[in-house]
């Protein structure tokens, strides 16, 4: 008996710099949850990753960017807190149509193969 198979591929893509890495998967992630809760902590709580890690992904990403992609915002009234500038959301919206675009291309590619 022959069943045919549909097969699909799978893949990652990260951005990086000669210093490591700028964007990924996590990365991005992040950025969204900041961007919902307006909060590095509560992201990362939201994430179930610690404090310490999400804010040295911060840093790494607003290191490696030529623009800020996150700030924070000094206490207050209703205390201090993070935001995406506008850098940050464009980088979301890039990542996430390079993805798209990957798949796409892969997609095409699998059709081709003949498994």
């Known amino acids: ?3 045919e198979k549909k097969y699909s591929i799978n893949s990652r893509v990260w951005i990086t ?34 404090y310490k890690k999400a804010w040295r992904l911060v840093n790494t990403m607003n290191e490696h960017s030529s623009d800020i992609l996150v700030a924070h915002k000094i206490g207050g009234t209703g205390g201090g807190g993070s935001v995406l ?6 980088s979301i919206e ?13 997609s ?7 498994l």
């Open 94 to 106: 890039m990542y996430s149509k390079l993805v798209e675009e990957n798949k796409a291309f892969l």
């Open 1 to 3: 008996m022959s069943s």
């Open 108 to 114: 095409s590619k699998l059709s081709e193969l003949s």
């Open 85 to 90: 500038t506008e850098a940050g959301v464009k």
């Open 17 to 50: 710099t000669d210093d490591g890495t700028f964007l990924g998967e996590g990365r991005v992630e992040l950025l969204r949850q900041i961007q919902v809760f307006g909060s590095i902590s509560k992201a990362a709580k939201e994430m179930k990753m610690s």
